[in-house]
């Protein structure tokens, strides 16, 4: 492992950092498929370019105006980026964590690339650890056009693929630097129309994935913070943990023995064509934007875009600019906050916040959309959330997690009863060969797996917040994060509804406290209660909570759907156990194990 670490570790030199980056100069295309004379760039109409105008014309130092839009189905937030990557004319600029080699993101490419040649700036960061992990095809990137610049986050090694032993070195090795991760996920366009939310490129983001598919959430934004949005992606640009790709020791390799005689970057052969033809004519129509999303879009005052500053945490200061205002909004909250979460793992800042809350005369309701291991792409990180339910129970955290197949999946995932049928791609990252070992526990059914990945949260029926932060440990110390919040009470209640949407019965499981049982609920209780608090051998299985499955039967049918509070709940709700829809015995002795022994790791999940 130490001579590992000491091959890999070494950055590229200079002068062959120079020789690559001159060689891919040398080969990159300069031709325009746009006269020079046209300053739309060829650009195609959009109605959001009208109402960015607009915005930007009524708004004053003191009185801003957007008007912006929620994205919550997949393939829409897919067609809106594609769409206003078309009607761009200046400039493009993208952050990323993920960016995969399936059709979702060689179609994001492959437009990039195209805008590119009409002759619009576009700059594309993505956090390296998880991306691209083809140095051949970031060396095509690096010589595509001279209006397309590429760069990553935080290389591994200085190079754009992370093979397991080199991530297992990583993190033995360099484990600050290599917990490092930019977790931002932002588009912004002629920076007036930004987009925001939990989204990577991948298919699973877009309902595009026939095994799994992401429950995600993004708000486009067309108005002055689109000035904000590109301070902050400047900041990060011209930061030292952001690498050009000749800088890169395998890419700048494949440059040089590409030489400056490399192909023209092509498009690509997408495994679904037919479905990206058919998206790709609706984001030319205009009138079908216009009809569909524009027409829709709410006018709205103050949208702040928070984020944290590229470098977080450095060593011995843990910046967390993007935890701060989130902070401040929570402490301030009077009557209810709405919180949605794929991971309800809490960090000591937050549950000292929650705990405080609760205190009050009368605190705030506090209801929590989470997954659940069934649904998960994390069932280690699910493992301490399962850890900890008691603990938030008793700060009154009305908790629902979300399942696998929930009743209204194809409402919520594009062309849903399809997906099944087309067969999966091929496996491209390390992420996603670990991902079937390690990451999804299997079920007692089969069909299209759905977990929730959205971030966002509704203080008092007023202030919308919807952006990358995951309200987790990992999100305050280590990931840079960002995100849009939003002072409206109009977007506030339609943020609001989507989330206890995803709340109702037929979606989600409700989390309550087992009945006590007369004899021996009390010993129970205690001991459980001793084995909680133990960081490790946490190994008492008969825990204080439960999920509970919504009976409308109960009660001579009389039952609706209640808070675990009510009188009620109990002749309303049955107990489906720890662990619902979840097949194999196994992975519930893992997710056992991490209870036990993984508490001190709460801080990178």
């Given amino acids: 492992m130490a001579a590992l670490v000491a091959a890999a570790g070494c950055a590229i030199d200079p ?14 295309d300069h031709t325009l498929d746009c006269a020079p004379a046209r300053s739309d760039t060829c650009a195609i109409d959009s109605p959001y370019r009208a109402l960015a105008s607009a915005a930007l014309q ?31 004319r200046r400039s493009i600029e993208i952050q990323t964590f993920i960016f995969s080699e399936d059709d979702a993101g060689t179609l994001m490419l492959d437009e990039l690339v195209a805008a590119a040649r009409r002759g619009v700036q576009v700059r594309l960061i993505a956090d390296q650890l998880f991306s691209l992990a083809d140095a051949s095809m970031y060396a095509a990137l690096a010589r595509a056009h001279a209006n397309f610049e590429f760069r990553v986050y935080n290389p591994t090694f200085h190079k754009a693929s992370t093979p397991p032993l080199e991530f297992a070195a990583g993190v033995l090795c360099c484990f600050w630097r290599f917990n490092q991760r930019m977790h931002d996920k932002m588009l912004l366009v002629d920076d007036s129309i ?170 705030p309701r506090v209801i929590v959309s989470t997954n659940s291991l069934a649904a998960t792409d994390a069932f280690y990180v699910y493992a301490l959330s399962y850890k900890y339910k008691k603990r938030y129970l008793k700060l009154g955290f009305e908790i629902h997690e979300f399942k696998p197949f929930p009743a209204e999946a194809a409402e919520l995932i594009a062309n849903y009863t399809e997906l099944g049928a087309a067969p999966p791609e091929p496996v491209k990252t390390v992420r996603q060969r670990a991902r079937g070992k390690f990451r999804n526990a299997p079920l007692k059914h089969a069909g299209v797996r759905v977990g929730l990945h959205a971030k966002s949260m509704v203080i008092d029926g007023a202030i919308a917040v919807i952006g990358s932060h995951n309200f987790d440990p990992r999100s305050e110390k280590y990931n840079t994060e960002a995100g ?46 001793l084995s909680a608090a133990l960081p490790i051998f946490d190994l008492w ?61 709460v801080s990178i999940m």
Wanted: aromatic share 10%; glycine share 6%; proline share 6%.
């Fill in 194 to 363: 930004g987009i925001v939310g939990g989204r990577n490129y991948e298919n699973r983001y877009f309902d595009w994935d026939g095994e799994f598919d992401y429950r995600d959430r993004d708000l486009l934004a067309a108005g002055p913070v689109g000035a904000t949005m590109r301070a902050s992606f400047d900041a990060f640009w011209n930061s030292a943990y952001t690498v050009p790709l000749s800088r890169l020791r395998d890419v700048a390799g494949s440059i040089l023995t590409a030489g400056v005689d490399a192909p023209r970057y092509t498009t690509h052969a997408y495994r679904n064509a037919a479905r990206v033809a058919a998206l790709s004519r609706r984001a030319d129509d205009a009138e079908f934007i216009r009809a569909n999303f524009s027409a829709d879009a709410l006018r709205v005052g103050r949208v702040d875009y928070f984020s944290d500053l590229p470098g977080k945490p450095s060593p011995g200061m843990a910046r967390r600019e993007s935890t701060r205002p989130l902070v401040a909004l929570l402490r301030a909250a009077k009557s209810e906050i709405v919180l949605q979460t794929p991971y309800l793992v809490l960090s000591s800042t937050a549950r000292s916040l929650f705990r405080e809350l609760h205190a009050r005369p009368a605190p």
């Fill in 15 to 28: 002068i062959h950092a120079r020789r690559a980056a001159a060689t891919a100069s040398a080969a990159q």
């Fill in 541 to 601: 299985p008969f825990r204080y909570a439960s999920s509970f499955e919504f009976d409308p039967t109960g009660m001579n049918g009389t039952c609706r759907p209640i808070a675990p509070g009510d009188a009620d709940f109990y002749a309303c709700y049955h107990d489906v156990g720890d662990f619902p829809e979840v097949n194999l015995p196994l992975k519930t002795i893992y997710t056992r194990i991490v209870t036990a022994f993984g508490a001190g790791l």
């Fill in 484 to 529: 849009f919040i939003v002072h409206d009470a109009a977007l506030a209640a339609r943020l609001r509804d989507a989330i206890l949407r995803d709340a109702r019965p037929g979606n989600a499981w409700t989390i309550a406290k087992r009945p006590r049982t007369r004899i021996l609920g009390g010993l129970n209780n205690a001991i459980a209660n």
């Fill in 58 to 88: 009524q708004s004053t130092p003191t009185a801003p105006v957007h008007y912006v839009n929620l994205i919550e189905r997949g393939e829409d937030a897919l067609l809106l980026r594609v769409h206003l990557i078309r009607s761009a």
